[in-house]
């Protein structure tokens, strides 16, 4: 049995008796000179010492006891002091935990993953972007979009409008504006990450005016400069990668960067990136002498086009006992208004990054503000 030297404290004197202490039959024992009592352990309150201080017992008469490394002493009477032993006592301490806890997990995940992603991607290099942009367009090509046919000429002129727009920007990035015929995509355009936009053959037929293409542009270019692509990609996929990197896996982290192109296609911008990008078009437009209206008005014209593609697609595939065929669900068209169903997720071939521009009417109010008043 293990004995250990304790000063005792009686709580009515001021001087401590030198004591031996013995943990026995579940109960602390003190014998020394005046001195024999005994207390049951679960009286008996045990303080672990800060570095090199004795412990301290706390005795249910008033009295204290200090003895030098009692570690085993507390085990042996059952009590407890790592951190689990601590919060099992401590049951104000453990209920309050919880919330705690849940709390900063809430807002790890609510403010801080977008914060930590923004501050990512802050450091993440042009090249790194266009790199990613270019293999990304690589699979598109693969996948959906195939070579323009428009007249090289036509090409060249709107490149050159797109370079005037594109001027006074990052000068990190490398302003190239590429089209693609895209017959089942339809009329669209999109950003990639360091300043390639590609626009469809199908835009740029059923557009109007050339400003109706530089509205839709300048809009694109607020995604590139503001970084959205890379923004939205740390979002969704930094807590991936962050967990892989804490857990050691490596493998798993190798297989996150070679997803990128596809996630970076797959990404949906957040109603807040679509606002920045619009605001980004709106002091860029008039820069260029472009009336904010024509986005207005190129907006609603791709909307009826894609619905005027949806109800031909029914048709099609109506009665044929067919499922429809796997192509993008149109939110550029916004009309998730009318039908009131917002598709969540579909199961497309291609990339929703066509399908990324939800409500039209709500979003193109402020555009169509520039538009002449004639009803
Ligand atoms: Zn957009």
Same mark, same amino acid.
């Given at each position: 049995?293990?004995?250990?030297? #304790?000063?005792?404290?009686?709580?009515?004197?001021?001087?401590?008796?030198?004591?031996?202490?013995?943990?026995?039959?579940?109960?602390?024992?003190? @014998?020394?000179?005046?001195? /024999?009592?005994?207390?049951?352990?679960?009286?008996?309150?045990?303080?672990?010492?800060?570095?090199?201080?004795?412990?301290?017992?706390?005795?249910? @008469?008033?009295?204290?006891?200090?003895?030098?490394?009692?570690?085993?002493?507390?085990?042996?009477? #059952?009590?407890?002091? %790592?951190?689990?032993?601590?919060? $099992?006592?401590?049951?104000? !301490?453990?209920?309050?935990?919880? *919330?705690?806890?849940?709390?900063?997990? +809430?807002?790890?995940?609510?403010?801080?993953?977008?914060?930590?992603?923004?501050?990512?991607?802050?450091?993440?290099?042009?090249?790194?972007?266009?790199?990613?942009?270019?293999?990304?367009?690589?699979?598109?090509?693969?996948?959906?979009?195939?070579?323009?046919?428009? *007249?090289?000429?036509?090409?060249?002129? &709107?490149?050159?409008?797109?370079?005037?727009?594109?001027? =006074?920007?990052?000068? %990190?990035?490398?302003?190239?504006? $590429?089209?693609?015929?895209?017959?089942?995509?339809?009329?669209?355009?999109?950003?990639?990450? =360091?300043?390639?936009?590609?626009?469809?053959?199908? !835009?740029?037929?059923?557009?109007?005016? %050339?400003?109706? !293409?530089?509205?839709?542009? /300048?809009?694109?270019? #607020?995604?590139?400069?503001?970084?959205?692509?890379?923004?939205?990609?740390?979002?969704?996929?930094?807590?991936?990668?962050?967990?892989?990197?804490?857990?050691?896996?490596?493998?798993?982290? #190798?297989?996150?960067?070679?997803?990128?192109?596809?996630? !970076?296609?797959?990404?949906?911008?957040?109603?807040?990136?679509?606002? $920045?990008?619009?605001? +980004?078009?709106?002091?860029? &437009? *008039?820069?260029?002498?472009?009336? *904010?209206?024509?986005?207005?008005?190129?907006?609603?014209?791709?909307?009826?086009?894609?619905?005027?593609?949806?109800?031909?697609?029914?048709?099609?595939?109506?009665?044929?006992?067919?499922?429809?065929?796997?192509?993008?669900?149109?939110?550029?068209?916004?009309?998730?208004?009318?039908?009131?169903?917002?598709?969540?997720?579909?199961?497309?071939?291609?990339?929703?990054?066509?399908?990324?521009?939800?409500?039209?009417?709500?979003?193109?109010?402020? +555009? /169509?503000?520039?538009?002449?008043?004639?009803?």
């Amino acid at each position: 049995m293990n004995v250990w030297q #304790g000063r005792y404290f009686d709580g009515r004197s001021a001087g401590a008796k030198t004591v031996e202490v013995r943990c026995e039959q579940g109960s602390l024992r003190l @014998d020394g000179p005046e001195v /024999a009592v005994s207390y049951s352990a679960g009286q008996v309150r045990s303080t672990a010492p800060i570095g090199a201080m004795p412990w301290r017992f706390d005795l249910p @008469d008033g009295g204290a006891l200090e003895v030098n490394n009692a570690a085993l002493l507390a085990r042996q009477l #059952g009590h407890r002091h %790592d951190l689990a032993g601590r919060l $099992e006592r401590s049951w104000k !301490l453990a209920v309050l935990a919880v *919330p705690l806890l849940v709390g900063t997990v +809430f807002a790890a995940y609510q403010w801080g993953l977008p914060w930590l992603a923004d501050r990512g991607a802050e450091i993440v290099p042009v090249a790194a972007e266009q790199k990613l942009a270019s293999e990304t367009l690589a699979m598109l090509d693969r996948y959906g979009l195939a070579d323009s046919k428009l *007249p090289r000429a036509r090409q060249e002129a &709107l490149r050159q409008r797109f370079a005037a727009l594109a001027k =006074g920007g990052n000068p %990190d990035y490398q302003y190239r504006l $590429e089209f693609r015929n895209a017959e089942d995509i339809g009329p669209n355009a999109f950003a990639l990450p =360091g300043g390639t936009v590609v626009m469809t053959d199908q !835009l740029v037929e059923l557009a109007s005016s %050339d400003d109706e !293409l530089l509205a839709v542009l /300048a809009h694109e270019i #607020g995604h590139v400069e503001l970084r959205h692509g890379v923004r939205g990609l740390l979002r969704s996929s930094g807590l991936a990668v962050a967990v892989s990197v804490v857990l050691g896996d490596a493998t798993s982290v #190798g297989t996150t960067m070679a997803a990128l192109p596809v996630m !970076l296609a797959d990404l949906r911008y957040s109603r807040d990136f679509e606002r $920045e990008a619009d605001d +980004f078009a709106l002091r860029r &437009l *008039p820069e260029q002498s472009v009336s *904010p209206c024509a986005f207005s008005t190129v907006m609603h014209r791709i909307e009826a086009e894609m619905k005027r593609r949806d109800r031909e697609d029914d048709r099609e595939h109506e009665g044929s006992g067919k499922n429809r065929p796997d192509r993008p669900r149109r939110e550029s068209s916004g009309d998730s208004q009318e039908s009131g169903a917002k598709p969540e997720s579909d199961q497309s071939d291609i990339p929703a990054w066509f399908s990324t521009h939800p409500d039209t009417h709500e979003r193109t109010r402020r +555009f /169509a503000d520039y538009c002449p008043q004639d009803k």
